[in-house]
T-cell receptor, first 116, second 113 residues
Framework: DTEVTQTPKHLVMGMTNKKSLKCEQH?????MYWYKQKAKKPPELMFV???????INESVPSRFSPECPNSSLLNLHLHALQPEDSALYLC???????????????FGPGTRLLVL | AQTVTQSQPEMSVQEAETVTLSCTYD???????LFWYKQPPSRQMILVIR??????QNATENRFSVNFQKAAKSFSLKISDSQLGDAAMYFC??????????FGTGTRLKVLA
């Protein structure tokens, strides 16, 4: 099973709202990722958690706040977003470490976010 | 800087025919991995095929195969017997350190009935 699930599928929010995106995997992976993807562009890495600890933050604005409550769950808390933050937000997971299958990321279906 | 280049923004193929998508990359790492991902309009990124740079043998997965030329830093994807369901955006990616991928800009593949 190589399934990563994300909820909600679609989200519309105002610039003053607070909302959260959720990602879940049950593959026993210990690395989880958030990406932002604009239309017709490749995904851009935002955050990486490894063993529930934040390993990489790609200088993402503080209005995006990630959280990894346990090894299967990853959240992205959103607050005071701007219209330019409208995008597809993808979650991915992989085994932690280097070499072999650890390098392979499996993606969820994404959450389409629209900020008004 | 590490880069991945997909020089074909869009390609078309007739159903049942063969098509090759090109990807070139530049990396200073000695050990790395290369991937092709497919993203249909339904938007989920799906792993198509993976190649370990230390392996000389080209990876294959059913109708999908790669032509990996390490010295030329080329990693093309061949799709045989193209099907309508193959229509998607295809991204080439190369690992860059731990947990990071460098993605190409993508090639949109259209399959004509």
């Amino acid at each position: 099973d190589t399934e990563v699930t994300q909820t909600p599928k679609h989200l519309v929010m105002g610039m003053t709202n607070k909302k959260s995106l959720k990602c879940e995997q049950h593959m026993g992976h210990r690395a989880m990722y958030w990406y932002k993807q604009k239309a017709k562009k490749p995904p851009e890495l935002m955050f990486v958690y490894s063993y529930e600890k934040l390993s990489i933050n790609e200088s993402v604005p503080s209005r995006f706040s990630p959280e990894c409550p346990n090894s299967s769950l990853l959240n992205l808390h959103l607050h005071a977003l701007q219209p330019e933050d409208s995008a597809l937000y993808l979650c991915a997971s992989s085994q932690a470490g280097t070499g072999g299958d650890q390098e392979t990321q499996y993606f969820g279906p994404g959450t389409r976010l629209l900020v008004l | 800087a590490q880069t991945v280049t997909q020089s074909q923004p869009e390609m078309s193929v007739q159903e049942a025919e063969t098509v090759t998508l090109s990807c070139t990359y530049d990396t200073s790492e000695s050990d790395y991995y290369l991937f092709w991902y497919k993203q249909p309009p339904s938007r989920q990124m799906i792993l198509v095929i993976r190649q370990e740079a230390y392996k000389q043998q080209n990876a294959t997965e059913n109708r999908f195969s790669v032509n990996f030329q390490k010295a030329a830093k080329s990693f093309s994807l061949k799709i045989s017997d193209s099907q309508l369901g193959d229509a998607a955006m295809y991204f080439c990616a190369v690992t860059s350190g731990t947990y990071k991928y460098i993605f190409g800009t993508g090639t949109r593949l259209k399959v004509l009935a």
